[in-house]
């Protein structure tokens, strides 16, 4: 079985590297000539554990190769970004250039599944788009199943580890069995099949069920803080309760789909997702409360060193992707004065701290004060 992967990232690299190592012949394609060369040299563009190591042995091998092309395969994977614009709205462009990308390769017996987070409908609009492409082609929804040309379209939420289950959404019953069938190759957990339109909702309300949560605890800080009581001894104690369980709050969300996700749903339905839309101002407000607090702090000190701990948005990865921690810098920034030096990240848990102070720290030590 040929794979092509489209979108060699987060996702789409170790997703193409798993079935390689499963001796499907894998093609992966990006946009990026420099995420190309990387991957063909066997290096991942990023750092994940075990990845590379994965990877080197699917290129060394031959098992997988990266190109700016796509090819005919029997299975496309699409892992392509959907980000927002700017008002909120879900910016379909990168998943519309892929779809326009394999439409000329995709052939009689061809399992097309989107792995992005996407709006509910996106599966759909994929099929519309490549039935416009490929008339000749039959597509679910667009001419009768059974079609002796018949092309099958799944949605498969993203979940990379082979131990964890997946939700597997056909655009029919048959083609969500033809995506199980690929799936089986390396998932050890389970299958679950629906359709494909619910499977795109499924992913976006785990999200969002994450937000509204975080967004609560968020709630009680601020709240507490007005109530001058120690919100971390409050949630504590209520948590004693067997039915109670709430979350730390933070200073915001950070993440590539907590923060995002949720839009999806609110854009889809604005009338009706008021809590998870609130639940999203509620947790971006709180990056903006947190910034007014540390700014009224550092004003205290002549010369304030500002610590940030924690860079990455969740234990154990290597990236900030979205992280809070950006506007605080934006925000705190200004308190330094000119010429600035910037803040920089010393470590992963001690993550941050002003670029003044390390270069006052590097006086004393020249001085022989340390
Ligand atoms: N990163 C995560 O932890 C995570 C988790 C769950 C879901 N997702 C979802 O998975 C999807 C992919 O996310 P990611 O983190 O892997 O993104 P990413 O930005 O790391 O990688 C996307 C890759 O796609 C490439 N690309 C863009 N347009 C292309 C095109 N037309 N043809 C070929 N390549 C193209 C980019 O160059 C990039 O290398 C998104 O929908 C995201 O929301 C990500």
């Known amino acids: 079985m040929k794979i092509c992967v489209v979108g060699l990232g987060y996702i789409g690299l170790p997703t ?45 091998t031959g098992r997988l190769k990266a190109q700016s092309t796509p090819v005919e395969a029997d299975v496309y994977i699409l892992a392509v970004p959907t980000p927002f614009t700017d008002g909120h709205k879900p910016d379909l462009s990168y998943v519309s250039a892929a779809v326009n990308s394999i439409a000329p390769f995709v052939k009689h017996g061809s399992v097309v599944i989107l792995e992005s987070t996407s709006p509910v409908g996106t599966t759909e609009k994929i099929a519309e788009q490549l039935a416009k492409a490929r008339p000749e082609l039959s597509f679910p929804g667009y001419k009768e199943p059974g079609h002796e040309n018949q092309v099958f379209l799944a949605h498969c939420p993203e979940r990379i580890l082979p131990g964890n289950d997946r939700i597997i959404g056909g655009m029919s019953t048959l083609c969500g069995k033809k995506a199980e069938a690929v799936y089986g190759a390396f998932v050890m957990g389970q299958c679950y099949l629906t359709d494909c339109r619910t499977a795109e909702f499924v992913k976006l309300i785990e999200n969002s069920f994450r937000d509204v949560n975080i967004a609560f605890a968020n709630e009680l800080s601020m709240i507490c803080d007005k109530l001058d009581i120690d919100v971390w001894e409050a949630i504590q104690m209520a948590n004693k309760h067997p039915r109670v369980d709430i979350l730390r709050p933070g200073p915001g969300v950070g993440g590539h789909c907590i923060a995002v996700d949720p839009w999806f749903i609110v854009n889809s339905s604005p009338d009706e997702s008021r809590i998870i839309r609130t639940a999203r101002e509620i947790n971006l407000h709180k990056t903006d409360y947190v910034c007014e607090r540390v700014k009224r702090l550092a004003t ?3 010369d304030p060193v500002i610590a940030f701990y924690g860079l990455t ?17 934006r925000a705190v920034r200004p308190l330094f004065g000119r010429p600035h030096t910037g803040m920089r990240a010393l470590d992963q848990s001690l993550a941050t701290i002003s670029g003044r102070a390390q270069q006052r720290r590097a006086e004393e030590g020249r001085r022989g004060t340390q």
């Open 313 to 329: 948005y969740k234990n154990d990865v290597g990236r900030p992707a979205r992280k809070p921690v950006a506007p605080y810098r």
């Open 16 to 60: 193409a590297s798993m079935f390689a190592s499963r001796n499907f012949e894998v093609i992966g394609v990006d946009i990026n000539e420099n995420v190309i060369k990387a991957v063909n040299s066997g290096q991942a563009h990023f750092r994940e554990p075990d990845l590379d190591m994965l990877m080197a042995a699917a290129v060394q």
């Open 300 to 302: 205290r000190f002549r």
